[in-house]
C-alpha cells in the first residue's frame, strides 16, 4: 500500500523536480517507509532520486513515484518505481497484487528472473509477458503507473472493484496523476474550480452520488474508474478502455444450490487466504455481523490465524454490537479491542475530515473509520481485514428485499406471500410501516414507482437547490436504465451508490494512519459468483446473504449465522446533533451567510431543521452532507 505520483509532458512545458517532491510529500502519510522516484531529464536519461537526496533544479520530461508502506519484502529493494532488466519498463503500484505469488511461479516458467520479493516486480514482469492484458492476470486491489519506453507509452490502471484510488488531470501535452487529489492540487497550475454537477448532487439527492462516474468536485480531475485501464500515447493522447466489467463472466449459473455453496466456500477460503500475505502484523475489524465474523472465523478455523481484533463500543442501543462481537470472540479465540466511541471524539475529528477527504464525506460513519484506524495503528497493526462487499455480493441490505419481491411477483411465484411474512415475522412490524416499503406495497401488491431512489424518509431533497440554481443533470433512476431486477439493483450498489463511497472512506481514513484495509469479500471471483446465482439462492424466508450464510457453517457461532437482524457501521449522528454536536451543527446551516447557501435554498433548510429538532422527521444524515459541503466549499471554494 502506497501513495503514488508523477507527471508526463509531449512539449516543451517541462515541470521542475520540486513538482514531484511535492506530490510525493503530500502522499507521506500513505507512506512513510521510503519515498523515491524516476525522472526522465531534458537529455532523455532516466534519473533514480529519493526525497531524502539533496534536491537539484533540472528540467523534467517526466517522473514517477511512490511514496511506500512496506507490506511485501520490507527492504530497500521494495522501493518503486520498480523495473526490469533492460531499464524499458517502469511501474509503481498502491496497492496489492494478492496472487504474486502463484504469478511469480507462473513468470518463472516464462524465464523471467526475480531480484525482489514485491508484488510490484510481478506487474513489471507480467506486463512484458502479456502488454496491457496482464490486469486481467492480477487478483488484487490496486492502482498501477506503468512507464513503458520502448513503445513510448504510459498506461494507469485500477482494479476491479476500485479498491484502490487514482485521480488525475490531463490536458493536451501534459498529465499529471496521484493517489489522492491534494497531491494534484499542490501543482501550481492546477485549477480548483468547482464541479457544479457533483455539488448539486450533494445538495439535492438523498444517496452520495458526486456527479457522474469518474469526475470529482473538481471540474479538472477526474478518477480511473474501476476495471478501467488508460493508455497515453506518446503525445499523452488517451485511450480509454474497460479490461473488466460486471457485464461479463455472470451468465446466469446453472449449479444447483448446494453445489454453489461449496464453490462458494471454496472461494471464500481462497479469498481469506491470499489476503493473510503480509510482512507486517495483521489485524481484524470485528462486528457483530456475518460478513466480518465469516472472514475471522475462515482466517482461525481453517487457517489456523489467531489475529488481534478490534471493535467499536458505540454507546447506542441502536448500533452497540457487544454482546454479538463478544460471541465471535469466544467462538475463534482471539485477542480483542474495544474502542469506545463518544460524541468528544467525534467533535475531535469533524473538523479535520475535509483535510484527510479532499472532498465532503458522504456520510458521517468517516469518523468511525479515522477512530478505528488511529486505534489500529496506535498497536503497532499495518494491516486489517474487514467485511465490506458481503452485502453488495449477497443482498444484504434492507432494500435489496424489495427486489427481490419485485422479482419474485415478476414470475408469479406462490413465495411472494410467504416471502412477505418472513420478512415480517424477522423485524416484528407490518412490512407497510418500514418507510423504504410503504410507498410500494399496496394490499400485498408492489406498486413499483422508481422516484423513490430520489427521496428519503419521504422528503424530495431536490428542493433544497436553490430555484435560481441550474438542476441536476442525471436522476437516480437514470442509473436503472429501466432494469430494476435484483441483479441491476447490485450492479448499481457496487458501481455507483453504496460500495464507492464505503472504499473511499475507508482508503482515505486508514491510510491517513498508514494501514492498509483489505477485503475478502471483493475478491473479483466472489463478485461474479454473486452477480450470477439466482436471486432466491441470495434470499429465502426473508432472511438476507443466505447462500453465505450456508456457506460458512462450522466458521461461526450458529447464533451468530442464523440471526437474520442487520445493524451495521453506524453512528447516533440524530441524536448527537440534538445534543453534544448541535451547536457546530447550527453554525453550519443556520447561518445564511455560508458558502453552502449560494447553492442550497436557506429557507427550505431552516424548514428541514425545524422538523428535526421537533422530532418530526430525522434530516441528519442530509445535514451532515450540507455541513461537509460547507467545510468543504471554506476551504476550496
Not at 427521496?455 to 430555484?467: C, E, G, Q
Request: glycine share 6%; aromatic share 12%; hydrophobic share 40%.
Amino acid at each position: 500500500m502506497c501513495g503514488i505520483a508523477g507527471f508526463l509532458t509531449a512539449s516543451k512545458a517541462f515541470f521542475d523536480e520540486s513538482t514531484i517532491r511535492g506530490m510525493l510529500k503530500c502522499l507521506t502519510p500513505r507512506g512513510p517507509d521510503g519515498t523515491s522516484w524516476m525522472a526522465v531529464n531534458q537529455t532523455r536519461k532516466n534519473e533514480w532520486r529519493k526525497l531524502a537526496d539533496p534536491p537539484i533544479h533540472k528540467p523534467l520530461y517526466h517522473a514517477i513515484g511512490c511514496s511506500r508502506l512496506a507490506l511485501q519484502d520490507v527492504t530497500d529493494a521494495g522501493l518503486q518505481p520498480i523495473t526490469n532488466s533492460k531499464k524499458d519498463i517502469w511501474v509503481v503500484l498502491n496497492g496489492e497484487i494478492f496472487n504474486f505469488i502463484e504469478l511469480r511461479k507462473e513468470l518463472e516458467g516464462y524465464g523471467f528472473i526475480f531480484t525482489t520479493n514485491t508484488d510490484t516486480e510481478c506487474i513489471v514482469h507480467a506486463y512484458d509477458r502479456w502488454g496491457v492484458e496482464c490486469f486481467n492476470h492480477f487478483n488484487g486491489s490496486f492502482a498501477i503507473g506503468i512507464f513503458d519506453s520502448k513503445k513510448n507509452r504510459f498506461i494507469l490502471a485500477r482494479d476491479r472493484m476500485g479498491v484502490r484510488p487514482l485521480f488525475f488531470h490531463h490536458k493536451k501535452a501534459q498529465l499529471l496523476f496521484a493517489s489522492e487529489i491534494k497531491s494534484l492540487l499542490s501543482v501550481k497550475d492546477i485549477s480548483k474550480e468547482v464541479n457544479i454537477s457533483a455539488l448539486n448532487s450533494i445538495i439535492s439527492l438523498p444517496y452520495k452520488l458526486h456527479g457522474k462516474l469518474g469526475q470529482t468536485m473538481f471540474k479538472h480531475i477526474e478518477e480511473v474508474k474501476p476495471g478501467e485501464r488508460i493508455i497515453f500515447n506518446q503525445d499523452l493522447e488517451p485511450f480509454r478502455e474497460f479490461y473488466w466489467s460486471m457485464n461479463q463472466n455472470v451468465d446466469g449459473i446453472k449449479m444447483a444450490f448446494d453445489d454453489v455453496v461449496e464453490h462458494l466456500r471454496e472461494l471464500f477460503i481462497n479469498a481469506v487466504k491470499i489476503r493473510l500475505r503480509s510482512d507486517r502484523r495483521l489485524a481484524f475489524i470485528l462486528s457483530g455481523g456475518i460478513d466480518s465474523s465469516s472472514i475471522l472465523g475462515v482466517a482461525s478455523k481453517v487457517h489456523g490465524i489467531k489475529p488481534e481484533c478490534f471493535s467499536l463500543d458505540i454507546p447506542d442501543s441502536r448500533f452497540n454490537e457487544n454482546d454479538s462481537i463478544r460471541e465471535n470472540i469466544s467462538f475463534t479465540d482471539v485477542t480483542s479491542h474495544f474502542i469506545q466511541v463518544t460524541p468528544e471524539a467525534v467533535i475531535q475529528s469533524v473538523e479535520s475530515i475535509i483535510d484527510i477527504y479532499d472532498e465532503p464525506t458522504p456520510t458521517a460513519n468517516c469518523i468511525l473509520h479515522n477512530i478505528l484506524a488511529k486505534a489500529i495503528d496506535k498497536e503497532g497493526f499495518k494491516v486489517v481485514l474487514n467485511g465490506v462487499g458481503g452485502d453488495e455480493a449477497f443482498f444484504g441490505y434492507h432494500d435489496h428485499f424489495l427486489y427481490f419481491l419485485k422479482y419474485l411477483e415478476g414470475i408469479s411465484s406462490p413465495e411472494f406471500e410467504s416471502e412477505i411474512n418472513a420478512w415480517v415475522d424477522i423485524q416484528g412490524r407490518p412490512i407497510t410501516t418500514y418507510e423504504s416499503f410503504s410507498e410500494f406495497l399496496i394490499n400485498g401488491t408492489i406498486n413499483f414507482n422508481p422516484d423513490f431512489l430520489a427521496r428519503s424518509r419521504n422528503t424530495d431533497y431536490s428542493k433544497t437547490l436553490r430555484r435560481d440554481f441550474k438542476g441536476l443533470s442525471y436522476k437516480l433512476t437514470d442509473l436503472f436504465e429501466g432494469d430494476f431486477s435484483p441483479r441491476r439493483k447490485q450492479v448499481v450498489d457496487i458501481s455507483r451508490l453504496t460500495l464507492p463511497h464505503a472504499l473511499k472512506m475507508e482508503d482515505r481514513f486508514y491510510m491517513a494512519h498508514a494501514v492498509e484495509a483489505r477485503h475478502p469479500l471483493l475478491d473479483y471471483r466472489l463478485i461474479e459468483l454473486g452477480l450470477s446465482i439466482p436471486p432466491e439462492y441470495k434470499m429465502k424466508k426473508g432472511i438476507s446473504k443466505y447462500i453465505l450464510r450456508e456457506s460458512v457453517k462450522g466458521f461461526i457461532p450458529e447464533t451468530r449465522r442464523k440471526d437474520p437482524n442487520k445493524i451495521g457501521l453506524n453512528l447516533p449522528i440524530d441524536v448527537w446533533m440534538k445534543g453534544s454536536l448541535k451547536k457546530w451543527m447550527l453554525d453550519h446551516i443556520a447561518d445564511s451567510q455560508n458558502p453552502v447557501f449560494e447553492y442550497a435554498d436557506f429557507e427550505f433548510i431552516q424548514t428541514l431543521l425545524r422538523q428535526f429538532l421537533d422530532g418530526e422527521k430525522n434530516h441528519s444524515m442530509k445535514f451532515w452532507d450540507l455541513i461537509n459541503l460547507n467545510l468543504w466549499l471554506l476551504k476550496y471554494g
